[in-house]
Structure formats: structure tokens, C-alpha cells
């Protein structure tokens, strides 16, 4: 059952008076409330006992108690409390022995503390933890031996072995009880610390003829409900008279030892007098009743009462000792003394740092983020108590304190994750005492990666070379970028749009990936002579960063392409009287290739001796000049073209030189003819060329009618079969034929049409003023040039 100590009438108090002090805010960490919460259990208690409401009592929504992250902190070894962070309550998380935790010390109060986050605060707590009635009083020895001399007058009394009992207040021992009998009762009387001890006093004189020993039943009872009891027997023998009883110099002694005294120091020496003489007077010292403590810490002599430690002191468990020392004589009687030890506290305990909570690793760029919320304790006093905090100055951390020896580790700068990863902070704590006592403690603090960092390439620009024709997945080239970032954060790569190209990714044994160029497809430096690409390197970051640059890709030229002729077949003209020096043609090829693989030169392919005399050729320009007079036949030039490239390439063309005599047509047809007569002909074509033949004589022949009728008027004055010629020109009868087709000079002749003849035919004269031009289609044109006369005749 859970007793609340606090009366109702001031639960609304309290609970205004905490909602002022949540109000305090200090470095963004609320204060502790100075009146600590009570909270009150008893003993024995069943696991999951509810205690109280936290929300309830610190006047805070469930939701909101939930939301500030409570948690309850304890200097106890054992987690005796259960805090239910989704309803505040706060119950029982084992039973609770209030012998074992808290001895005999009474009251006995566990502190504890509610510690809270965002915002820090920290709320101090008692649990009372009340004693029940759960041990019985047992003396240490089930007889107690008793002499009592026969002559001891009535009133004496005697102090008895008192009784032990575990429980504290009113469950401790309260009463002793003798068995009835004709010469004693109990006497109960108060001793230090709060014990009470049992006296056996004499009623009557003892007559040792008549009663040598008496047994009698003592019996211990505590204060419970119901109350518990203990007992032993009391053994008296009545001795003879030894009226005497030994007493010491001084009641009380006081003494002060340091914790660390050495075992088997001197503490104290007492000495008590007994005036009696022989075994009546000799005295022997004991510890009267010690308890089971004081017997394993202390030892005396007998003989000359000198009192040792036996064992090491502890300021920190327990202070003073209240030692009880008996001196009895031979004869059985005694006399006591209070010996009190004062334990004086060194400092022999380093401060201790217990850590609450601890957040690691930590994103780099925070502000002012908590790492670490712990607390110092030292269990020495005084001086010695008082601590002292510190970090290393070359950290970006803080240290601020807070109440109860609370401190908090924060960020004092944001962190860089590229400049330092990783950060091994020393939390050195050192006492006020003599000498200073220090304590280390070590954290490791890890900085989390944020994408706060592109990637960046090592160069803005690079310029790769490749040889045209390569195979695909050709490997070209490496670049690399770096990005500080890890894990996610770090780099991809990607190029724009190109169906040349792709990356391949690679690593190294440092871990660092490196893109490779890689060759899709064969490159044809004369489609394409270079490539312009943007690689860009992408991390995995959210939101994503970038970097980019430029590769230049240049194409290296192979020999792959033969010079090309500008024709397939070359022909020309020449009058069979051309001096020798004479330009004849020119040949023209061009190579698609680049560098030394485009330079190019001409020569003769396959020449006869008479050619090579006959003809040179500009093996850089391709003209070809007359080394000898040419004779009226048909040559046949195949002028070869080769380029330097490894190995070069060549190309070959057939150059057609025909003599031609004044006007008259070249004795040889074109070879373009000769293909068109070998060839079948196609009877379409048959048709349309008979259709146009018929067509064209009938007009012909018209033409001839009108022409020959205007003669035959004209010539009615002139004899028959005779030609004059008039004094003076005739322009409209002349011919002008220019040197702008395949003839050196310009002429002109003189036609006349004679009407004996039996057949109408033209006859040249001597060259005359010109008086009609000839037409020339052009120098390189298939067709002869077109001669109009006066009569609108064309000839060719």
C-alpha cells in the first residue's frame, strides 16, 4: 500500500509552486525544483506497486511528459523505479529491503532524479521507504553467563547482552521481559544511538547455600503490530563476596582516526582500577555486546586494554563508532566505558563522472547540438568533495554546467566532417582535496557526412587524342574528381547525349572511383574531326550536387582514304600543229585524309617511252605540257595519283587527247559514243528516236523547198553553173570562227553557195573580215561550235 507523506491541503500548492519554477531557465536548461518531490513506499512492497503520477505532480500533459523524454536516474546500483513515459506513472520495478539498502540508518531515503530533454531539466526526488515489522530481536548468544556475588545488597544492577533487531523505530526493540522469579526484574534503559538495553535488577539478597544458580528466561519484544520477540537464558552463579567492581579513569573516550590508518594502528588505550586484591582485583577488558561491525574493525588486549584496528576505516560508509568496553575482575564484576572513534575523511576517492546519455556520431554543420549529458560525484566531504570539469581547448566543444553536478557536452561550432571525422574528447574531472584526485573519461565523438560539397574536377578542361577506325571499346581515357563527401554523397558520372561514347566506372585501392572513356563505336576523322563532351560528376546526396567539364576530342588521321580524280575520265583537244611547251590539261584529285596522308603527287601509270618524251606532267599541279609535236592520232594518258601517306594509297584516271585538224571532226568518236553505240537499244527508245527522225525531215525538207525556191529568184541574172564573185565582201556571207573552242586562233572564211553543182555544198575561201560569229558552247562542252550564216543556216 503507498502512503503519500504529504497532506492534501497542499498538493495545489506544490503544484503552483512548480509550475513558477518551471519558468526558470538557465543556459536553455530549466532548474530543478528546490523542494524535492516525496515520494513514500514500504518495505517488501510487491514489483509494479504504483508510486504517483509524475505528470500529475509536475503539472504536465501526459503528452507533453512524453514528449520531453523523461527518464529516472539513480546513484543506486540497482534500477529500483519504472517510469511509464506514455501515462507518467511511476511504479515499483522490484521489492525494495530497507535492511538491505538502507541498514540502520533511519529514515531511509533513496534520492533520485527525473531527468528531462528538450528542454534539459532535471527534478530532484526522495523515496521514503518506510520499515515494517519483518524481523524478530535476536540476541547474539543463546546463554548469557551471569556471576553475581552472594553479598551484592539488594538495588544492584547488572547490564545484560541486548538484543539485535534489523527493523528501525518503532519495529526495533522496545521491551524486555525476565521469567518470574524471586530476586530479579528487568530494567530497560535508553543507550546511544536510540538502542535500549536490558538490566537485571537484584530484589533481594542472594544466599549462595540456599540458591547457587539461578536460569532465567529473558525475552526481547519490538515494537510491531503484532510484535516479534527474541530470547535467551541468563545463567547466574552466586559467587562469594568480591564487593569491589572495577571502574575506569574515564567514562567516555574520544577519539579521531584518518580513514587511511594503517591495520593494527593504536586507537585507544583504556584503563579502569579495581581495588580488590588476587583474582578479585586482576581486570580484563572486552568489547561488551560489540556488534558484528565493530568486531571486525576493532581488537583489543585483554591485559592492557589497548584497542587496534583490525581492519581498514571508510569515511565514506561510515564516520563514528561507539565502542562499549567492559572491564571485569576476577571475582565477576565489571565496569564500563564509552569509547567514541571519529573517522576524519582523506581524499582517497577520485571523482566519478557517470554518463546520462551520449549522441554520437553528430551531422556536421549543427548548431550548438548536445553530445553528452553526465554527472559528477566524488564521495568524499569538504574540499575533497568539490570538482573541477574540463575538455581539451582545441575542441569545438563546450562544457556547461548545470545543478546537482549536472553537465552538458555541446557543440560550441558547427563541424566540418571534411576537415575532422572524428574527435576523441577528454573530460578530465579533478577534486579540491590534498592531494587533487583526477578523473579521465574518454568519448568518442563521430561526425555524420551532410552533401555539402560538389564534386570537382581535377582539371576544367581536358583534350584526348584518338586514332580514327579504332575498335569499339577502345578504352581513350581517365579523368578523376574529387568529392570530401562519403558514402552516399560521393560521385557518379554522366556524359551528354552521344552515341560515340559511354563511362565505364573504375576503382582503386584507396577506394576512389575513377571514369574511363570508352569508344562505342568507330570514329571517321573525315565525317567528323573532333568531339566536344561534358562530363559531369554527380554525388548521391539529397539534394543532389554537381561538377562538369569539357573534354575535347580530337581524331587522329589514318591513311584510309585513296586521292580521288575530280572526273572518271578526262578528254581534250589539241590542234595537231600546238608548239611544243604547249599546255595540253590539267588533272585534278583531292584526298580526303588530313596532314602528310593529303599530300599528294602525279604521275604516269604504265607510260611508254614514247609518251614520257611526248608528255610531262606537274606531279604537284597536275598539268601536263607537250615535250614533243603530237601527230594526228589518239593518245591514251593514264595519270596515276599517289598520296604519303603509310602505306600511301593511290588512284588512277585515263586522260583522252584528240588532234583535231582546223574544223574537221576528230577521226576517233568519244569513247562515251563508242559505249552508247555498243550498247542494246531499248525499243521505247527505238520508237521515239524514229518518231523525232520523221518529224525532223519532214521539217527539213520544207525548210529546203522555201530555201531553194528563194535562190532560184535570186540567181534568174546569173549565168548557170557559174560563181561570181562580187567585188567587195559579202558580210552576210562570211563565217568568223574564234579560237575559244579547240582551235589557237581566230579565222574567217568566206562561203559561197554554187548553183551548177549537183549538189548544194559550201566551199571555204580565203579568211575574210569577219562578218558571223560562231557560237562556242564552251571549251569542256561534247558538242562543236554552231556557225549562222545570212540565210539562217546552222552549221556545226
Given at each position: 500500500i503507498l502512503v503519500k507523506r504529504r497532506m492534501d491541503a497542499r498538493v495545489e500548492c506544490a503544484v503552483q509552486q512548480r509550475q513558477v519554477l518551471f519558468l526558470c531557465v538557465f543556459l536553455g536548461m530549466s532548474w530543478a525544483a528546490e523542494e524535492p518531490l516525496e515520494y513514500f513506499v514500504e518495505e517488501e512492497a510487491e514489483r509494479g506497486t504504483f508510486l504517483a503520477n509524475l505528470a500529475h505532480d509536475l503539472g504536465l500533459g501526459m503528452e507533453e511528459l512524453s514528449?520531453?523524454?523523461?527518464?529516472?536516474?539513480?546513484?543506486?546500483?540497482?534500477?529500483?523505479?519504472?517510469?511509464?513515459?506514455?501515462?507518467?506513472?511511476?511504479?515499483?520495478?522490484?521489492?525494495?529491503?530497507?535492511?538491505e539498502l538502507c541498514g540502520p540508518k533511519e529514515p531511509c531515503v533513496l534520492p533520485f532524479q527525473l531527468l528531462m530533454g528538450k528542454p534539459f531539466e532535471v527534478f530532484r526526488a526522495k523515496l521514503w521507504v518506510r520499515d515494517i515489522n519483518d524481523h524478530s530481536p535476536v540476541f547474539l548468544d543463546r546463554e548469557i553467563p551471569l556471576k553475581i556475588s552472594e553479598s551484592t545488597t539488594p538495588g544492584a544492577?547488572?547490564?545484560?547482552?541486548?538484543?539485535?533487531?534489523?527493523?528501525?523505530?518503532?519495529?526495533?526493540?522496545?521491551?524486555?521481559?525476565?521469567?518470574p522469579n524471586a530476586y530479579f526484574h528487568i530494567n530497560v534503559h535508553n543507550g546511544a544511538e536510540g538502542i535500549i538495553y536490558p538490566e537485571l535488577a537484584l530484589d533481594r539478597p542472594l544466599d549462595r547455600e540456599e540458591v547457587p544458580e539461578l536460569s532465567l528466561i529473558l525475552t526481547a519484544l519490538d515494537g510491531g503490530s503484532p510484535p516479534r520477540s527474541g530470547t535467551t537464558l541468563v545463567r547466574i552463579l552466586v559467587l562469594d563476596t568480591n564487593d569491589n567492581a572495577p571502574e575506569f579513569v574515564q567514562p567516555l573516550y574520544k577519539v579521531q582516526l584518518c580513514e587511511d590508518s594503517p591495520v593494527g594502528s593504536l586507537a585507544v588505550t583504556v584503563s579502569a582500577k579495581d581495588l580488590d586484591t588476587g583474582s578479585n582485583g586482576e581486570i580484563v577488558y572486552a568489547f561488551f555486546y560489540a556488534t558484528e561491525r565493530i568486531l571486525k574493525t576493532f581488537q583489543i588486549n585483554p591485559t592492557s586494554g589497548s584497542v587496534y584496528l583490525k581492519a581498514e576505516l571508510d569515511y565514506e560508509v561510515i564516520q563514528t563508532y561507539t565502542l562499549t568496553i567492559q572491564a571485569k575482575d576476577g571475582g565477576g564484576l565489571s565496569g564500563k566505558c564509552t569509547v567514541v572513534v571519529q573517522v576524519t575523511d582523506i581524499n582517497d576517492n577520485p571523482p566519478e563522472l557517470l554518463m546520462s546519455s551520449l549522441?554520437?556520431?553528430i551531422k556536421e554543420n549543427s548548431l550548438e547540438t548536445v553530445v553528452a549529458v553526465f554527472r559528477i560525484r566524488d564521495r568524499d566531504s569538504g574540499n575533497n568533495a568539490k570538482t573541477v570539469c574540463s575538455i581539451q581547448d582545441d575542441l569545438p566543444f563546450l562544457l556547461k554546467p548545470s545543478v546537482e553536478n549536472y553537465y552538458t557536452l555541446v557543440t560550441d561550432s558547427p563541424l566540418d566532417r571534411e576537415e575532422r571525422a572524428e574527435y576523441i574528447i577528454t573530460i578530465t574531472v579533478t577534486d579540491m582535496g590534498t592531494p587533487r584526485l583526477k578523473t579521465e573519461h574518454n568519448i568518442t565523438v563521430l561526425v555524420s557526412d551532410v552533401n555539402d560539397n560538389a564534386p570537382a574536377f581535377t582539371q576544367t578542361s581536358y583534350t584526348l587524342w584518338v586514332r580514327e577506325n579504332n575498335s569499339p571499346a577502345l578504352h581513350i581515357g581517365s579523368v578523376s574528381a574529387t568529392d570530401p563527401d562519403a558514402g552516399a554523397n560521393a560521385q557518379n558520372y554522366t556524359i551528354n547525349l552521344n552515341s560515340f561514347f559511354h563511362i565505364k566506372i573504375s576503382g582503386s585501392d584507396e577506394g576512389i572511383i575513377y571514369p574511363e572513356l570508352v569508344l562505342d563505336r568507330a570514329l571517321d576523322r573525315e565525317k567528323q574531326q573532333e568531339f566536344s563532351l561534358t562530363l559531369t560528376a554527380l554525388d548521391g546526396g539529397l539534394p543532389p550536387r554537381s561538377g562538369a567539364t569539357n573534354i575535347h576530342i580530337v581524331i587522329l588521321d589514318v591513311n584510309d582514304n585513296a586521292p580521288q580524280f575530280s572526273q572518271a575520265i578526262y578528254e581534250t583537244q589539241a590542234p595537231e600543229n600546238s608548239p611544243v611547251g604547249s599546255f595540253i590539261a590539267k588533272v585534278s584529285a583531292g584526298d580526303a585524309d588530313s596532314g602528310i596522308n593529303a599530300d599528294i603527287s602525279y604521275s604516269f601509270f604504265d607510260a611508254s617511252e614514247d609518251i614520257l618524251t611526248t608528255f610531262h606532267i606537274n606531279p604537284f599541279s597536275g598539268e601536263i605540257i607537250l615535250r614533243l609535236l603530237l601527230d594526228?592520232?589518239?593518245?591514251?594518258?593514264?595519270?596515276?595519283?599517289?598520296?604519303?601517306?603509310?602505306?600511301?594509297?593511290?588512284?588512277?584516271?585515263?586522260?583522252?587527247?584528240?588532234l583535231v585538224d582546223g574544223?574537221?571532226?576528230?577521226?576517233?568518236?568519244?569513247?562515251?559514243?563508242?559505249?552508247?553505240?555498243?550498247a542494246p537499244a531499248d525499243p521505247l527508245t527505238v520508237y521515239l528516236v524514229v518518231a523525232l527522225a520523221s518529224v525532223s525531215s519532214l521539217f527539213l525538207f520544207s525548210v529546203l523547198v522555201f530555201v531553194a525556191v528563194r535562190l532560184c529568184r535570186r540567181a534568174g541574172a546569173a549565168s548557170a553553173g557559174r560563181c561570181a564573185v562580187p567585188e567587195g565582201h559579202f558580210p552576210g556571207h562570211l563565217l568568223d570562227v574564234s579560237g575559244t573552242g579547240t582551235l589557237s586562233q581566230s579565222y574567217q572564211y568566206e562561203v559561197c553557195l554554187t548553183g551548177g553543182a549537183g549538189t548544194n555544198e559550201f566551199k571555204f575561201l580565203k579568211p575574210i573580215l569577219p562578218t558571223v560569229q560562231a557560237q562556242d558552247p564552251g571549251r569542256n562542252s561534247d558538242e562543236n561550235p554552231t556557225f549562222r550564216n545570212s540565210l539562217g543556216f546552222n552549221f556545226q
Open positions: 514528449a520531453r523524454e523523461p527518464r529516472v536516474i539513480s546513484d543506486q546500483k540497482i534500477g529500483f523505479l519504472l517510469l511509464d513515459p506514455l501515462t507518467g506513472d511511476l511504479s515499483l520495478n522490484e521489492k525494495l529491503d530497507r535492511e544492577a547488572f547490564l545484560l547482552q541486548s538484543a539485535q533487531d534489523s527493523d528501525v523505530g518503532t519495529n526495533n526493540v522496545r521491551n524486555y521481559t525476565i521469567s549522441t554520437s556520431p594526228y592520232e589518239l593518245q591514251r594518258l593514264v595519270v596515276l595519283v599517289r598520296d604519303n601517306g603509310e602505306p600511301p594509297l593511290s588512284a588512277s584516271v585515263t586522260l583522252h587527247v584528240l574544223f574537221s571532226q576528230p577521226y576517233l568518236p568519244p569513247p562515251e559514243a563508242e559505249a552508247a553505240a555498243a
